[in-house]
């Protein structure tokens, strides 16, 4: 059973920058894609950023766009998530997940296997 831990959340002013980090231990010879989602209080889930295990192939919501960056260094089975520029909007609970699907949809929490447990991102005006 793989499962996800997450670091790096906290409490930062608007303008900052914070990585998040998501470890893989045990066996990731399937693991076909990781993703970042977020969900804030009141709202729903929402895909954030993710990545195609094998080849770094990425993907962002618009929201975030050209502010944050995944990453991922398959030697160490982790995930990064580099948060640039931060805003107030940006303040959640963020989650990584992995999928061990074939045909899956980036975008979709639906069609992810396993999930961390969360950790809480602030962000301050």
């Known amino acids: 059973q793989v499962q996800l831990v997450e670091s790096g959340g906290g409490l930062v002013q608007a303008g900052a920058s914070l990585r998040l980090s998501c470890t893989a231990p045990?066996?990731?010879?399937?693991?076909?894609?990781m993703g970042w989602f977020r969900q804030a209080p009141g709202k729903e889930r929402e895909f954030v950023t993710g990545?195609?295990?094998?080849?770094?192939?990425?993907y962002y919501a618009d929201s975030v766009k050209g502010r944050f960056t995944i990453s991922r260094d398959t030697a160490k089975k982790t995930l990064y998530l580099q948060m640039s520029s931060l805003k107030p909007e940006d303040t959640a609970i963020y989650y990584c997940a992995a999928s061990f699907r074939f045909t899956v949809l980036v975008t979709m929490s639906g069609g992810y296997d396993v999930w961390g447990q969360g950790t809480q991102v602030t962000v301050s005006s």
């Open positions: 990545i195609r295990w094998s080849d770094g192939s990425t």
């Open positions: 045990g066996r990731t010879q399937s693991l076909t894609l």
